[in-house]
């Protein structure tokens, strides 16, 4: 027995901490309310309804220095895939970051921002000729080569001096939990003769390798040994054909926490590792250090960010277990490997001193899949109406929610001092039916 078992109101002086999981200025307020950024979430639910993103902004840009601050000034690029509106690229540009960019819509976001294109990168291991086309009418400042007959065409259309990196797969054998890799492979020779083609085409040059070793990884040992393999490679290369590129890329995937104990990437010690590794590498080859550069997303943004939602029904199963199911799911909280882990979430809004009890919290999409938080602790009298908050949600979340259902995507609102702004507006049902073409209309 606890001592809140013997005075059931310590329990609700005795809410779940804000850390680790949860946005940087998330704070318990008055009458069990939830505050990010200096605003109530209860009042952000009474103006925008749920289910709604809140984006903390203050730990996004936080994030973003702690990055400047352990890879350098011109080191870290943000990956928009992970989460894009105008807002946040204005956001990222002022902290001086760069940008990955994989699409010729997130390039259109980030230019219609202001985000100054020669900071711009366009990656993707299938770039169609629209995304292409996009990156030079952009003036995009630099493109990844990730296939051998991609270099044929950006040979033909780019234009004069397009400056490219190349995506290598460095290590010889992919570690474990990084299945996720795209690139040409340095073991196979394709690398090789991806650099043997760019050199020979005047229109490109050849500034550096990229890589991209996975997601969620935590073990700096993976991200050693791709230095390692890039480097032995680059040697071979200025013996080859001449020449020293200058940049490694050494991508994202760094793993963040989504509830506690969950391992994520120490980026200081990281940094200082990864940096020692290059080091010795280039000593190793006599060749000279090359510029280190990461182009993380989820952890620049998954912390920062918060679903809201309202609970809809409450089953309670004979073993006092019970489903507790909201107006959202897994269209605005996708499930799999590139989601994360599993999420965290707290009720707010009111005080309670009832028993904490397992649950599960589900979605509304009639999937026996639509599952939020598969196992957490929530007050045994939850009941429909009450409010529920989400943790871990600023990355891959907004970026991949679905319209399955025919259920409009949430807005993404973000807060700082006090202030509210909406980033993406809540997409309504007229929104579908504008897309949704009607042959009677046409007659
Ligand atoms: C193909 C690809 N996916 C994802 C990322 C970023 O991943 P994450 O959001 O896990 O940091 C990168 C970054 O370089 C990438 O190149």
Redesign the pocket.
């Known amino acids: 027995m606890t001592l809140a078992d013997i005075i059931p109101s310590l329990r609700s002086s005795l809410r779940a901490p804000l850390t680790q999981v949860w946005p940087s200025t998330a704070a318990w307020g008055e009458h069990g309310d939830l505050t990010i950024g200096g605003v109530a979430m209860t009042s952000v639910v009474t103006a925008h309804g749920t289910p709604t993103y809140v984006l903390d902004e203050a730990d996004v840009r936080q994030r973003c220095r702690d990055y400047l601050t352990a890879f350098g000034g011109d080191g870290v690029?943000y990956?928009a895939?992970?989460l894009l509106s105008r807002g946040i690229a204005r956001w990222l540009a002022a902290e001086g970051l760069r940008l990955?960019v994989?699409s010729a819509g997130e390039l259109r976001v980030a230019l219609a921002a202001g985000f100054p294109a020669d900071r711009i990168v366009l990656?993707g291991?299938a770039k169609t000729p629209e995304d292409l086309e996009a990156a030079y009418a952009g003036r995009v400042g630099t493109i990844v080569v990730e296939s051998l007959g991609e270099i044929t065409r950006l040979a033909a259309t780019a234009p004069q001096g397009q400056r490219v990196l190349l995506?290598v797969l460095g290590g010889t054998e992919p570690a474990e939990g990084t299945d996720?890799r795209?690139g040409l492979r340095i073991g196979s020779g394709e690398a090789a003769a991806a650099v043997a083609r760019i050199v020979a085409q005047p229109r490109l040059t050849l500034v550096g390798v990229?890589c991209?070793v996975g997601?969620?990884v935590s073990r700096f040992s993976v991200y050693e040994h791709e230095v390692r393999g890039v480097l032995e490679f680059l040697a071979e290369m200025r013996t080859r054909h001449g020449v020293e590129p200058t940049e490694l890329?050494l991508?994202?995937?760094?793993a963040v926490a989504y509830s506690g104990g969950d391992p994520s990437l120490a980026l200081a010690a990281f940094a200082s590792r990864i940096r020692a590794v290059l080091r010795l590498a280039a000593e190793r080859h006599d060749f000279p250090v090359p510029r280190l550069t990461v182009?993380?997303?989820?952890?620049i943004v998954s912390r920062a960010g918060i679903t809201l939602y309202h609970v809809v029904a409450v089953n309670r199963g004979p073993d006092g277990h019970i489903l507790v199911a909201v107006d959202g799911g897994m269209t605005d909280c996708p499930s799999g490997a590139?989601c994360g882990g599993q999420h965290t979430a707290v009720l707010f809004g009111r005080t309670t001193c009832a028993q904490p009890v397992r649950a599960t919290v589900v979605g509304r999409h009639n999937d026996a899949d639509d599952v939020i938080v598969p196992a957490l602790t929530l007050p045994a009298d939850v009941h429909p109406g009450d409010l529920l908050a989400v943790a871990g949600s600023g990355?891959?979340h907004h970026s991949r929610a679905s319209n399955y259902h025919l259920v409009g995507r949430p807005p993404l609102l973000s807060v700082r001092d006090g202030r509210t702004t909406t980033l993406v507006r809540r997409e309504s049902s007229e929104d579908m039916l504008l897309r949704d073409v009607d042959e009677r209309d046409a007659a």
């Not at 182009?295 to 952890?299: E, H, K, L, M, V």
């Open positions: 690029a990956t895939k992970a990955y994989g990656y291991s995506r996720c795209f990229d991209s997601h969620q890329n991508g994202g995937g760094h182009s993380p997303g989820r952890a590139l990355a891959y």
